[in-house]
């Protein structure tokens, strides 16, 4: 026994799990450059690996007895693991010649696809929570036992070995799009956030952001606001993000005066805003790409707008609430041109990302060359890091199939779903369901895939959300008319916005961690926030030309409208708005701000009249105010 249990103790340490998390790593650098192999190798290389990785990281820690029985627990899931992924890559040629749904499948296979299905499950259970295990098991379910179900839910049902079929040996199943995204690109781009971290960079993007705004009125929550838009496009990731610049900002914005609950709510949606941020913008837009089927640039490139427009809001919040407190600016001895001069090279590696990506080449590609320039940069601009390169080169390689769990498993479920779906029917009921009950009314089409995008977002990744909503409702906003991109962004934002969204906000929950202030009041303050973030959407889908569908001029009106409203609607939420405006007018404002969502003359006319005019009287206002203090603190003039 006593030999069992230091087998196990050895085996779950660091060093054979970071053996096998650098060796991940190095297999996707090497696919990037010479072309990855066929999907039946690729993909379960990447899967087996990456459970594997993820049993012995996210452990149970238990004592004596209860401590091997989990070993030996994780020990089986991690034999089931790469048995199943281990068959199809062994197999891969026999697989691509078999007649889907026409030969039998053997014991092995069932026994092998069996095995990865419940050890994906398990794996999502343990790194995500209970939400998406269930949601993945309970389209398995449905799948055998849908012909019990009512219209429109009912189907014919479907035997426990075609299931399996379809999830294991096809492209529709664990294998389909998500997946593939995933360990095509995705695992790059979470490579190079890494070798970011693990070099210190992210301190230049907080003073990158601290020389750019620090001077300003409410300096601290700007730079908190640039600073996780910077690395947050990176990352990918808004708890992560939260993590990473929060443990710099949050303190500096509860020096500056703000209060701490505030300080948290800024970076939250901040670092939420981030994945809507180009040129990277996390996992999911990847997997737009491919849905929509459109190069990612052109998705990059509808997004700046939307992404500009979130960040002025909250930008905007932050000045009104620095104002409305009193907060003076603070002096900063960070200015540009030293913080680019020092390390401005850091910079070179995204201008390579978005240059390799206009040259036409795959984003595999552009990930790859962007971390070769970023290598490059620092070990020729930072002696310190020549000095432990290979240590910094280990720990980067070691840290991105940590980080990379929750999204492949994510990805994983979300390919049962869409598996279900498709071998089902349901997405072609769904749409008519969601469109017979929006009848000709797109607000309310657009309204109900949102509750259903944040209610699936909450506690789970973006990129599961996103998936999920993107088989079952997009298609009924397409056939309302509105373009794909417009519709699948929208989709995107209703599913990254849960992550400041009570009652589970992962990413308010992270940055109330950092504050150290209460989750659920901090989530709230969040919400606020980033409210603006729940009408971008609207925009863009009443008026596309937001995102340059459309004609320049379009593109130029409709940002210049959405930014007016942006600012009106910090200004409502905040009560101040060029002074202190009470309730009457807060009302106004925000009125206006909605008004300007549906891009139509009258409407915006409309809008624009009222949040001028409320500008108006509270500008007259503030210098009345400000007359009257002048004129008392003036010194009385007496005749001799």
């Keep these: 026994m006593k030999q069992i249990s230091k087998f196990l103790q050895d085996f779950s340490g660091a060093r054979i799990v970071s053996v096998l998390a650098v060796g991940l790593s190095a297999y996707h650098l090497v696919t990037a450059y010479f072309g990855t192999p066929i999907a039946e190798i690729h993909l379960s290389v990447h899967l087996g690996l990456a459970l594997t990785i993820l049993f012995w990281v996210h452990r ?51 026994a092998f696809g069996g095995m990865l299905i419940v050890a994906v499950l398990e794996a999502a259970r343990r790194v995500v929570g209970w939400p998406l295990f269930a949601l993945g098991a309970g389209f398995l379910v449905y799948a055998v036992f849908g012909n019990l179900l009512p219209y429109p839910f009912w189907h014919r049902g479907f035997s426990v070995q075609s299931v399996i079929e379809a999830t294991y040996l096809t492209h529709d199943g664990l294998w389909t799009t998500p997946l593939r995204v995933t360990a095509t690109y995705v695992f790059l781009f979470i490579l190079f956030g890494s070798f970011l971290v693990a070099s210190g960079a992210g301190t230049f993007f907080t003073d990158l952001a601290r020389a750019l705004a620090g001077r300003f009125t409410g300096g601290a929550a700007k730079t908190a606001v640039l600073s996780s838009a910077l690395m947050g496009t990176l990352s990918g990731s808004s708890a992560a993000n939260v993590v990473v610049t929060g443990s710099f900002t949050i303190p500096a914005m509860q020096r500056a005066g703000y209060r701490p609950r505030f300080a948290a709510g800024v970076e ?61 600016p603070q002096r900063t001895s960070e200015t540009l041109l030293p913080v680019l001069l020092s390390r401005g090279y850091l910079l070179l590696p995204v201008v390579v990302l978005v240059g390799v990506l206009m040259a036409g080449y795959t984003p595999a590609r552009a990930a790859f060359y962007s971390l070769v320039a970023l290598v490059v940069m620092q070990v020729a601009f930072d002696p310190a890091l020549r000095r432990r390169f290979v240590p910094y080169v280990v720990e980067a390689m070691d840290q991105a199939p940590r980080l990379i769990g929750q999204v492949t498993v994510a990805s ?132 596309p030309g937001l995102l340059g569908l459309g004609s320049s001029a379009d593109l130029i009106y409709g940002t210049l409208a959405a930014a007016l409203g942006a600012v009106a609607l910090a200004g409502a939420l905040i009560g101040w708005f060029f002074g202190p405006i009470r309730l009457l007018m807060r009302a106004l404002l925000f009125a206006g701000a909605l008004l300007l969502i549906q891009h139509q003359a009258l409407t915006d006319l409309a809008g624009a009249a009222m949040v001028l005019s409320v500008a108006a009287v509270a500008w007259m206002n503030e210098r009345r105010t400000s007359d009257t203090a002048k004129g008392r603190a003036s010194p009385s003039i007496t005749r001799d």
């Design 412 to 543: 994983a479920i979300g390919g049962i779903i869409v598996g279900v779906v498709t071998q089902t029917g349901l997405g072609l009921r769904m749409s008519s369901i969601v469109l017979s009950i929006a009848q000709d009314h797109l607000w309310l089409l657009l309204i109900l895939t949102m509750v259903s995008g944040i209610i699936l977002g909450m506690g789970m990744p973006t990129p599961a959300a996103y998936v999920i909503l993107a088989v079952l409702l997009a298609p009924g906003m397409v056939e309302f008319g509105v373009p794909p991109i417009a519709a699948h962004l929208f989709v995107l934002y209703c599913a990254g916005i849960s992550a400041i969204t009570p009652p589970v906000a992962m990413a308010s929950y992270a940055a109330a961690a950092v504050a150290n202030t209460d989750p659920w009041r901090t989530s709230v303050t969040a919400f606020r926030l980033g409210l603006c973030s729940f009408i971008i959407p609207y925009m863009f889908v009443y008026g």
């Design 60 to 110: 149970q820690e238990a004592q004596g007895a209860r401590r091997i029985i989990f070993a030996m627990r994780d020990l089986a899931l991690t034999a089931m693991a790469l048995a199943g992924s281990g068959y199809l890559a062994l197999n891969a040629a026999e697989i691509q010649q078999r007649m889907l749904y026409f030969d039998p499948l053997t014991t092995g296979q069932m």
């Design 268 to 328: 939250a949606v901040a670092s939420s805003g981030g994945q809507f941020m180009p040129p990277i913008m996390g996992s999911a837009a990847f997997i737009m790409a491919e849905f929509i089927g459109v190069p990612y640039l052109q998705i990059a490139a509808a997004a700046i707008a939307p992404a500009l427009l979130y960040f002025l809001s909250v930008i905007a919040m932050v000045d009104f609430e620095a104002r409305r407190l009193g907060l003076k």
